[in-house]
């Protein structure tokens, strides 16, 4: 546990550190302005920001922190996500999972299945990003190559979509049912952002028509 703290608690930091050095080399470059009798520096917003804070967000939620319940015991490891969609935004999605968690036995978790996200807000067909709070649904089959089981999940999160690409940054909840008698069920709670595939399939039907 102790060393499980210590690795969480670097990556805390490092990604700390790496912000601060986004904030100060790549959003913001000192600009000095000249008057008639006057000279001062102001921030300039520059247009690499949308680039840096896509990098930078890719980099702190590569790896999604995961806390599992099992067996009485708390274990933590680190999950990802990616999905493929279809819909007419993308909403149902097929999706796979995998997470490591920070023990010897059955560390490696894989789940594949389904998820619906029900869109809070009216979104209209459009090439452009919009975002929209959603509450998620699913039910994904499970394996550590040694046990296997159903995994129904419920998550909140705040879904940011064009007719092509997925951001996701959400949390969720998942109670694990194990297939085999004897063997125990788990719970496990994550946070971190899902990229994928939102709508490859019925592309025309997103865009907005040409006038």
Do not use: W
């Not at 999605?93 to 389904?114: C, E, L, P, T, W």
């Amino acid at each position: 546990m102790k060393k499980t703290l210590i690795i969480l608690s670097a990556l805390l930091f490092c990604g700390n550190t790496f912000a601060q050095s986004i904030s100060y080399y790549g959003i913001y470059s000192p600009r000095k302005i000249e008057t008639p009798g006057h000279e001062y520096y102001a921030s300039q917003t520059s247009g690499r920001v949308y680039t840096f804070s896509v990098i930078f967000a890719s980099i702190i939620y590569l790896l999604d922190p995961i806390i599992m319940y099992e067996n009485n015991k708390i274990n933590l490891g680190i999950n990802k996500e990616f999905s493929v969609g279809f819909g007419n935004f993308g909403e149902h999605r097929i999706s796979f999972d995998y997470a490591y968690i920070f023990r010897k036995d059955n560390s490696q978790h894989v789940r594949a299945g389904y998820k619906y996200d029900l869109l809070l807000s009216d979104l209209k067909p459009s090439n452009s990003l919009q975002a929209s709070s959603a509450f998620t649904f699913g039910l994904s089959y499970f394996t550590d190559f040694t046990r296997s089981g159903a995994s129904p999940e419920a998550g909140f999160g705040y879904s940011i979509r064009n007719h092509k690409f997925l951001i996701y940054p959400n949390l969720k909840f998942r109670y694990t049912y194990i297939f085999e008698k004897g063997k125990t069920n788990a719970f496990d709670f994550s946070f971190g952002v899902m990229i994928g595939i939102a709508n490859p399939f019925i592309d025309k039907k997103i865009r907005v028509r040409d006038r």
